[in-house]
C-alpha cells in the first residue's frame, strides 16, 4: 500500500501561496521521482486550480469536507461530486474542528461518507482522544466509539467500500506541538485493526494516517511504525519548505504492505 502525505491547510494560504506551494511539489516529484503519494486539500476556492496546476500522477488534491446531501438547498456547502468534479480525490470526514465548533455528529458523518463512496472520493475519517480522555486511559475506548457510531450505522454497513482512509489524530496533538509516541499510537492502531477487521467486512481496503503536529523533527518515528502508512499534516504542509522534507522522509522507507 502505498505512503500517502495529506496537506490539510484549513483556512490558510492565498492564491499566491498556492501557486508557489504546487510549483515547489511539481519541482520536488520530477526530480527525485518518490514512490509516495500526497495529496493537497486546499480551501475551496484554491481546489480546482491546485488539481490543475499538479500534473504528477502521485500529487493528489481534496477537499476538508462535505456535505452530507448529494444537493439541494443548503447555502454555503459543498457536495462530494463537486469535489471530484473539480478533480479532488479525497474528502476529510470528522476533523476534531468540524465536530467541536460545527458540532458534526456521527449520522452526520456517516451521511457524509456515503456521499463521499458515491462520488467516488476517498474519505480520510479522522478520530482521536480528547486531552482528558488520554489522561483517564480511555484513548482506544473513545476511538473506538467513534468509529462504531459511524460506520455500524446499517445504510454504511450495506455498502461495500472499496478504499478508506482512517487518519488517528489525538485532540490535545493538533496544533500543540504535543505528540504521542509512536509506539503507543502503533499499538493503539493494532486495536484499532482488529477491531475493523472484526467488525466491518464492507470495508475492503484501508489504511491508516497519523495526524497531529507531524512535523520533519518527529515524523520519521511515526513512519517506521507498521500499521502508520502516512501522515495528516496542518501546520507544517502550509510551506512547501515544511511539507517536501516530509515527502523525503518518507521516501527513505519502503511502502508497507
Ligand atoms: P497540525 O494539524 O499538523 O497543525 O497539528 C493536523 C490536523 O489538524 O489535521
Known amino acids: ?46 481546489l480546482e486550480r491546485a488539481h490543475e496546476m499538479l500534473y504528477h500522477p502521485q500529487c493528489h488534491t481534496g477537499g476538508q469536507d462535505c456535505a452530507p446531501q448529494k444537493s439541494g438547498a443548503f447555502t454555503g456547502d459543498v457536495s462530494a461530486s463537486m469535489i471530484r468534479d473539480c478533480g479532488g480525490h479525497y474528502v476529510i470526514v470528522g476533523h476534531s474542528e468540524r465536530r467541536l465548533l460545527h458540532h458534526e455528529d456521527d449520522a452526520t458523518l456517516t451521511n457524509k461518507i456515503i456521499c463521499a463512496l458515491n462520488a467516488d472520493v476517498v474519505p480520510i475519517f479522522c ?25 455500524h450505522h446499517p445504510s454504511l454497513k450495506e455498502m461495500s467500500i472499496f478504499k478508506i482512509i482512517f487518519a488517528y489524530e489525538p485532540v490535545w496533538a493538533i496544533g500543540t506541538g504535543l505528540t504521542p509516541k509512536a509506539e503507543d499510537v502503533n ?63 518518507a521516501a527513505r522507507h519502503k511502502p508497507k504492505a
Open 127 to 151: 478520530f482521536g482522544e480528547s486531552e482528558s480522555d488520554m489522561k483517564q486511559q480511555r484513548s482506544y475506548a473513545v476511538c473506538k466509539r467513534q468509529i462504531e457510531g459511524v460506520f
Open 1 to 46: 500500500m502505498s505512503t500517502l502525505i495529506v496537506a490539510n491547510w484549513k483556512m490558510n494560504a492565498n492564491k499566491t501561496q498556492l501557486v508557489q506551494f504546487c510549483e515547489a511539489l511539481n519541482m520536488y516529484y520530477s526530480r527525485d521521482n518518490p514512490h509516495i503519494h500526497s495529496a493537497l486539500l486546499p480551501p475551496f476556492p484554491y
Open 187 to 249: 499499538a493503539l492502531l493494532m486495536q484499532v485493526a482488529a477491531f475493523i477487521s472484526d467488525t466491518m467486512p464492507m470495508i475492503a481496503q484501508y489504511q491508516f494516517l497519523y495526524g497531529g503536529s507531524v512535523s520533519a523533527d518527529n515524523f520519521e518515528d511515526f513512519i517506521v511504525q507498521p500499521l502508520i502508512h502516512g501522515a495528516l499534516v496542518g501546520g507544517a504542509s502550509l510551506k512547501a519548505e515544511t511539507f517536501i522534507p516530509l515527502l523525503e522522509i
